[in-house]
């Protein structure tokens, strides 16, 4: 089978997986296409469980792979941004039916459930409180948390654990793939700039989206899961801001699905072996920088 048709495979199998009404999804019905995907792809898929939420449930993801690299996809900080999660499975499916032979990819297409659940930007914590789980991470500028939520928790636990290299995180809707420091700073160099806009290249190659620093092409925010995985542990995390809209119709999931599950691929196929050396900050933060924040409620 050609790799065009394993994505329109995928892109079926999840379509076919919940009611027609894309707004009616629980995070029960991910689980039950997670539990699905490995009872029909024993050979290449496990499930993982990636840690405890404040909902009650336990985060759920799949290992797809038996490599020694170890890389990583996560979909949905933000609840509302559904089309992220129906990427996120797509990339599964696609995955268990065509590994990356060297690779073990961890797909995690939920990390705020309760946010998911009732279709909300911010996660609920523990006593109730709205936070926004892509400004909970520990930062070189500055954070919204650290870890007032046990899903940020789990998941930074869970790339140490694991000893992740390369990552992405799917979003919506400002069509880009993007890379740090997207903190609250002017100084947004990194060390290894020509790599990660390499890595968007490849990327993009179907999805056409703007490939570029996380600060200059979208807005810059302290405490976001990208700037933190490089931060603390040279990871090459990337940021896809997919498709055009926070409640994208089947029809724009599918062109999503078709544009970019390709280009996760060859992504995380073309991603360095190893994490990066440098990757401390050594510029200035500038809370000043943050006066563009949330232009476009990502």
Known sequence: MSFRSVVVLASLLVSQAFASDLSQKQYSDVKNFLHELVRTHPGTTRTVIVGPSDSGDMIEGVAIGQGAMHNLV??????????????????????AENPIADQTIYVIPVLNISGYNAREREEKDAN??????????????????????????????????????????????????VYPWGISTYDVSTPYDDIF?????????????????????????????????????????????????????????????????????????????EKAAKHEFTGMCDVRRLGRLDRRDE
């Open 74 to 95: 996560v979909g949905t900080h933000h609840g509302n941004e559904y089309g992220s999660t129906e990427v996120a499975m797509a990339f599964a499916a696609s995955m």
């Open 128 to 177: 109730g409180y709205y936070r926004d789980p892509n400004r909970d991470y520990p930062g070189p500028c500055g954070t919204d948390g650290p870890y007032h939520l046990k899903s940020t928790a789990a998941l930074a636990k869970f790339i140490d654990q694991e000893n992740i290299i390369a990552s992405a995180t799917l979003h919506t809707f400002y069509p880009a793939v």
């Open 197 to 273: 806009i390499s890595l968007g290249k490849y990327a993009t190659e179907l999805s056409g989206y703007t490939v570029g620093n996380s600060s200059q092409v979208i807005y810059p925010a302290d405490g976001c899961y990208e700037d933190y995985a490089f931060w603390k542990s040279g990871v090459w995390s990337m940021l896809f801001e997919l498709g055009y809209s926070h409640s994208p119709s089947q029809s724009e999931i599918d062109e999503m699905i078709r544009t970019n599950v390709p280009g996760l691929r060859k992504m995380l196929e073309q991603a360095p072996r």
